[in-house]
């Protein structure tokens, strides 16, 4: 257990960080903006992109672990959306934030460092590939319920082509793309660009674990909402169990790294994405910022648990048996 508090901690310590520095320096939350554009738009691309370009090419083709995997957030999506509807009276909106609640985790801030340090490289392509193809659901089904739920009478085309938009211009995506082609290509990238690459990648974890902690400090704590009282078990929970018992089913004989990456990926808290989705689109926009940093604070324990179970050698132990 030590050797799990010790992996983690330095992670968590600095969302920690983060946090202590939000709530004592009063910087405005625009003072984060070129921070996550750096995140977003260089270091965790570069990150992704380093880690496929060297990935042999027959691994690309497990079809079974990522339609798994999206079918389990699906599920869990579609679980959660109709508790919500049925508790709300079918208001679409709120049932469609609190879906993603449930299912969308941080898997772009938390979900690279923390599987990395975790299980080595050997984690980069699985949490690449389930990266774009959850976000890819998720972006697909952000804009089509909410059009139904604003009664936006949107063409179809106009709708396709926001969705392909924000699909294909997403900067993971496009990183993972174009790492699997250098991959294909076996391009080996010249000195000065991967040492460029090598340092932009270096920064990634630290700086989007800190800007993680930052929104926290200052996205306050207003009250609890009591959705959370299935929200937050079904994300850090039933996700994660849902994942691992999908794959052992569908693709039995998976390489274990990637089916533990799939399960810590799972249980990972709602993503900040939740709230910004909440706030596009008007729609339960306080309890979606209490969804996120209560379930991060909760994930604290949660995910050092699963990480335990991981580390020993208990999920391998469970599937062999």
């Not at 003072?31 to 380093?50: D, E, T």
């Not at 060297?54 to 339609?67: D, K, Q, Y």
């Not at 790492?179 to 991967?194: K, T, Y």
């Not at 920064?203 to 704590?221: E, N, S």
Request: proline fraction near 6%.
């Amino acid at each position: 257990m030590l050797e799990v508090l010790f992996l983690v901690l330095p992670l968590f310590g600095v969302i920690f960080l983060g946090y202590l520095a939000g709530r004592i320096v009063k910087l405005p939350i625009e003072g984060l903006a070129w921070l996550n554009f750096f995140i977003v738009y260089l270091a965790l691309p570069a990150m992704f992109f380093r880690l496929l370009s060297r990935t042999p090419l027959s691994e690309f083709g497990n079809f079974g672990f990522i339609a798994t995997t999206t079918f389990a957030a699906l599920v869990i999506f579609s679980v959660t959306f109709f508790i919500a509807g049925a508790r709300n009276g079918g208001n679409v909106g709120e049932a469609t934030i609190q879906g993603f609640g449930g299912a969308y985790g941080n898997i772009g801030y938390m979900g690279p460092p923390l599987a990395l340090a975790v299980f080595g490289p050997q984690a980069g392509v699985p949490v690449a590939l389930i990266f774009c193809f959850e976000n890819a659901m998720h972006f697909t089904l952000a804009p089509l319920l909410m059009a139904f739920h604003q009664r936006e009478h949107t063409g179809a085309g106009r709708l396709v082509g926001e969705i392909l938009k924000r699909i294909f211009t997403h900067p993971f995506i496009i990183a993972t793309l174009v790492g699997v082609a250098a991959a294909a290509i076996q391009f080996e990238a010249p000195a000065p660009m991967a040492k460029m690459l090598d340092f932009l990648s270096a920064g990634a974890a630290p700086c989007a674990l800190f800007a993680m902690g930052v929104t926290a400090a200052l996205r306050p704590l207003k009250r609890v909402p009591v959705e959370l009282a299935y929200l937050v078990p079904i994300k850090l929970i039933v996700h994660p169990a849902l994942v691992l018992v999908l794959l052992a089913i569908a693709v039995p004989g998976s390489n274990i790294v990637w089916i533990e990456t799939a399960v810590l990926l799972a249980a990972l808290p709602s993503a900040t994405n939740v709230f910004v989705i909440a706030q596009q689109y008007g729609t339960w926009q306080e309890r979606a910022s209490s969804t996120v940093v209560i379930s991060t604070a909760i994930a604290v324990v949660t995910l050092t648990g699963v990480i335990y179970l991981l580390r020993e050698g208990y999920v391998a132990g469970w599937l062999a048996g």
